[in-house]
């Protein structure tokens, strides 16, 4: 049998069942996604979002509560099911990530990827990250939002099998193409009870001099070139 990492998404272990959404999410609901939402308001650029690994679709639904079109996608049978058991207008489709995305070129204005690439083997997310680029418009923006790899209490979960830095996350949306990659990420706090006094300066720090190692997140706006 290979290794995890190298396993296609069809072959991991299927981690999206009804214990383990209950385990990690059992008080969310739409209203955990309105920060989510307001920054791709501010910050992206207007119409349609689509939302990669959308889970029990708590982002979509909190985009069509205030008035914003928006499709998920996700590979969970149990999570498309009680998603739309719950609010049975979302639209949101089962998919593989590994596969090419059923939407044309340049679909969408924004796409939402939220806690997702560091669950999926490298391969399936380099394809979800590159077929973000593919349906988004000129100008479009991608939310990456993930755990860094020097997050060691990230790091040491079994379901997280592929971390980036911030580094190496921007030097891979590079390659597929995007044309700027903005960091959104924080540095990482001290918890050691003596030293947590000390969070605050290394917040400080972390906003001057954002060096990778001391980032807790890989977390990113990265935006699709104008084509010609």
Same mark, same amino acid.
């Not at 979302?90 to 939220?114: A, W, Y």
């Not at 860094?148 to 990230?154: A, D, K, L, V, Y």
């Given at each position: 049998?290979?290794?995890?990492?190298e396993?296609?998404? $069809?072959?991991?272990?299927?981690?999206?069942?009804?214990?383990?959404y209950?385990?990690?999410?059992?008080?969310?609901?739409w209203?955990?996604s309105?920060?989510l939402?307001? $920054?791709?308001i501010?910050? %992206?650029?207007? %119409?349609?979002?689509l939302? @990669? /690994?959308?889970g *029990? /679709?708590?982002f979509?639904?909190?985009?069509?509560?205030?008035?914003?079109?928006?499709?998920? *996608?996700?590979g969970?049978?149990?999570a498309?099911q009680?998603?739309? !058991?719950r609010?049975?207008h *979302?639209?949101?489709?089962?998919?593989?990530?590994?596969?090419?995305?059923?939407?044309?070129?340049?679909?969408?204005?924004?796409? +939402?990827?939220?806690q997702?690439?560091? &669950?999926?083997?490298? !391969?399936?997310? &380099?394809?979800?990250?590159?077929?973000?680029?593919? =349906? #988004?418009?000129? %100008?479009?923006n #991608?939310f =990456?939002?993930?755990p860094? @790899?020097?997050? $060691?209490?990230?790091a040491?979960?079994?379901? &997280?099998?592929?971390? &980036?830095?911030?580094?190496?996350l921007?030097?891979?949306?590079?390659?597929? /193409?995007?044309?700027?990659?903005?960091? *959104?990420?924080s540095?990482?706090?001290?918890t050691?009870?003596?030293?947590?006094? #000390?969070?605050?300066?290394?917040?400080? #720090?972390f +906003?001057?001099?954002?060096?990778?190692?001391?980032?807790?997140?890989?977390?990113?706006?990265?935006t699709? $070139?104008? !084509? /010609?």
């Open positions: 049998m290979r290794k995890t990492t396993m296609s998404a $069809r072959e991991f272990p299927c981690i999206y069942n009804k214990e383990m209950e385990l990690a999410y059992p008080d969310d609901n209203n955990s309105r920060k939402l307001a $920054r791709c501010k910050k %992206g650029k207007p %119409g349609p979002i939302d @990669i /690994g959308c *029990l /679709g708590f979509v639904e909190c985009c069509y509560r205030f008035g914003v079109p928006a499709i998920g *996608l996700e969970s049978a149990y498309v009680a998603a739309k !058991e609010e049975s *979302l639209d949101i489709r089962q998919h593989d990530l590994e596969d090419p995305f059923p939407f044309e070129k340049g679909t969408f204005s924004m796409v +939402m990827c939220n997702v690439i560091e &669950h999926l083997p490298k !391969e399936t997310a &380099h394809n979800a990250l590159r077929e973000s680029y593919r =349906v #988004l418009a000129n %100008g479009g #991608l =990456v939002y993930s860094s @790899i020097f997050n $060691r209490e990230q040491r979960e079994p379901v &997280h099998i592929n971390l &980036h830095s911030p580094k190496s921007k030097k891979e949306l590079t390659a597929i /193409g995007f044309k700027k990659v903005k960091p *959104l990420n540095p990482l706090k001290l050691w009870p003596p030293f947590t006094p #000390l969070n605050k300066v290394m917040r400080a #720090l +906003m001057l001099f954002p060096l990778s190692f001391f980032s807790a997140s890989a977390n990113c706006i990265a699709k $070139r104008a !084509e /010609g």
